[in-house]
């Protein structure tokens, strides 16, 4: 079975430092794509980055990157250069092989200090 | 361009009415999705489509939860009687393809009194 784990529920960081949201999964699909996305206090959920477990390099979407370690089963997200309008839930999820299923994380809360 | 657009974005309603939640997928989207979220249990998936056509309803809490696909641009999901403990936040979302990003309507916020 698919599992995720994000075992910070939150985290603190100071503006305009970086700052890393572990996630670590435990599946026994050879193929699977991992998923992270940020649920601001207004509640809609947006996507921000996506890994193939085939991809060979870290993703990275602007300030997002995603530091995937498949050896670990880990797939931790790193924010660069807070700020103010990431203070957010953070969630990662994991995509079965079969079907589009989608299993999330319990969500980190991330608050960045001014 | 348009996203997942859900409506109502609020309901509030008495135990055991029925409860209508509506979506409107991306133009395009193969992959429709229903969620719940709660304080408790998290984001949960309760069913999804593919082609208008339900795949895994196994998430569906009970017989009183139904969802329907009757086009590729419109889903409802429906609750009937509903309870108290059905107030959650209730998402869909679509996809292009099976294995691609998953983009979320702004949710409806369902309260049983």
């Known amino acids: 079975a698919q599992k995720i784990t994000q075992t910070q529920p939150g985290m603190f960081v100071q503006e305009k430092e970086a700052v890393t949201l572990d996630c670590t999964y435990d599946t026994s699909d050879q193929s699977y794509g991992l998923f992270w996305y940020k649920q601001p206090s207004s509640g809609e959920m947006i996507f921000l980055i996506y890994q193939g477990s085939y991809d060979e390099q870290n993703a990275t979407e602007g300030r997002y990157s995603l530091n995937f370690q498949k050896a670990r089963k880990s797939a931790n997200l790193v924010i660069s250069a807070s700020q103010l309008g990431d203070s957010a839930m953070y969630f990662c999820a994991i995509l079965y092989n079969q079907g589009g299923k989608l299993i999330f994380g319990q969500g980190t809360e991330l608050s960045v200090k001014p | 361009d348009a996203g997942v657009i859900q409506s109502p974005r609020h309901e509030v309603t008495e135990m055991g009415q029925e409860v209508t939640l509506r979506c409107k997928p991306i133009?395009?989207?193969?992959?429709l999705f229903w969620y719940r979220q709660t304080m408790m249990r998290g984001l949960e998936l309760l069913i999804y489509f593919n082609n208008n056509v339900p795949i895994d309803d196994s998430g569906m809490p009970e017989d009183r939860f139904s969802a329907k696909m009757p086009n590729a641009s419109f889903s409802t999901l429906k609750i009937q009687p509903s309870e108290p403990r059905d107030s959650a936040v209730y998402f869909c979302?679509?996809?292009?393809?099976?294995?691609?990003?998953?983009?979320f309507g702004d949710g409806t916020r369902l309260s049983i009194l």
């Open positions: 979302a679509s996809s292009f393809r099976e294995h691609q990003p998953q983009h």
């Open positions: 133009s395009g989207h193969d992959y």
